[in-house]
């Protein structure tokens, strides 16, 4: 049997179509040219997946640190590490332009003085807020909070009344007008997002000690929030569950509740 020249540069000419299509749609599920994602806590030790997962992805972000100096010693692959503090507004200012989204790991071990959460994890989160309002591109803001957060007593709040300050952090996102996704973690350990399933909740009923929460699943979560239209303005516990399966947890956003506007 012969096969015309023209019949065999018809097929070819259609397997080229099909592997660009699906060249094409994968790029198109991982990076969106217009978006700039600002990662404030970059150096941190979930931060650091998050540029991690994001520099797979080939997305286009900047990583915040407050000191390039220590984050280029912490982490060993290669990044332009951007300094800004956010106690200080006008450095947030500087490098706010053009952002469309924040990812915020923002924490501090510090429980006295300019350091402590009342500055950091409440004031530097309200900064963020005010300087992604006057930029003017920023459309999200995703944030990493705590389980616990809202039981009174937490003994957490020995340590410069952290879940009091996040908490505050927290109101104050969810009463700005840009589009939110706050995900509280239980204890944060170090596997990679997909060793686990996790699991979403909502009303932070878990006690302390009640779950824990690997820093790659929060991270993936955090990034999954900036495209997943279910994920807006929501605020949301996540465990890692190993009898769930891994990445489940994608749908389990359209579940949950938005939060009421104050
Ligand atoms: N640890 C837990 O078990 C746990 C549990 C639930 C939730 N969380 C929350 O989850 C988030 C991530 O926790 P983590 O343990 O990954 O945090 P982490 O390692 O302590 O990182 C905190 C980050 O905040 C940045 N930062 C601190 N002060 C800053 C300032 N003035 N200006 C700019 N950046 C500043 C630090 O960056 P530079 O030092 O480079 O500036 C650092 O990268 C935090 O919000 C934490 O409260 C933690």
């Not at 053009?98 to 915020?104: E, N, Q």
């Not at 996102?173 to 973690?185: D, M, V």
Request: proline content about 3%; some cysteine; hydrophobic content about 35%.
């Amino acid at each position: 049997m012969t096969v015309s020249r023209n019949k065999i540069a018809a097929v070819t000419f259609g397997i080229l179509l099909l592997c660009m299509s699906s060249f094409y749609s994968v790029v198109a599920d991982t990076s969106n040219e217009d978006e700039l994602i600002l990662v404030v806590g970059a150096s941190g030790r979930t931060g650091s997946y998050v540029i991690k997962y994001l520099k797979q992805q080939d997305r286009n972000f900047i990583p915040m640190t407050s000191n390039k100096e220590r984050a280029a010693k912490k982490i060993s692959d290669k990044y332009n590490w951007v300094e800004a503090d956010v106690k200080n507004p006008k450095s947030l200012d500087s490098i706010m332009v053009g952002v469309t989204a924040i990812i915020s790991g923002l924490g501090t071990n510090i429980f006295e003085g300019p350091n402590s959460p009342e500055f950091i994890d409440y004031g530097g989160t309200k900064n963020l807020i005010d300087a992604a309002k006057r930029a003017g591109t920023v459309k999200q803001f995703i944030q990493m909070s705590s389980s616990g957060i809202t039981q009174e007593n937490n003994p957490l709040n020995k340590y410069g009344n952290v879940l009091v300050w996040k908490l505050k952090g927290e109101d104050y996102i969810r009463s700005s007008s840009i589009t939110h996704t706050i995900i509280r973690a239980g204890g944060l350990t170090n596997d990679e997002s997909g060793v686990n399933g996790a699991r979403m909740q909502q009303g932070d009923t878990v006690p302390i000690n009640g779950g824990l929460t690997s820093r790659g699943n929060l991270a993936a979560i955090c990034i999954e929030a900036l495209t997943n239209q279910n994920a807006k303005n929501k605020t949301l516990e996540v465990f890692d569950d190993e009898t769930m399966q891994a990445d489940a947890w994608r749908k389990d956003f359209a579940k949950l509740i938005p939060d009421l506007k104050k």
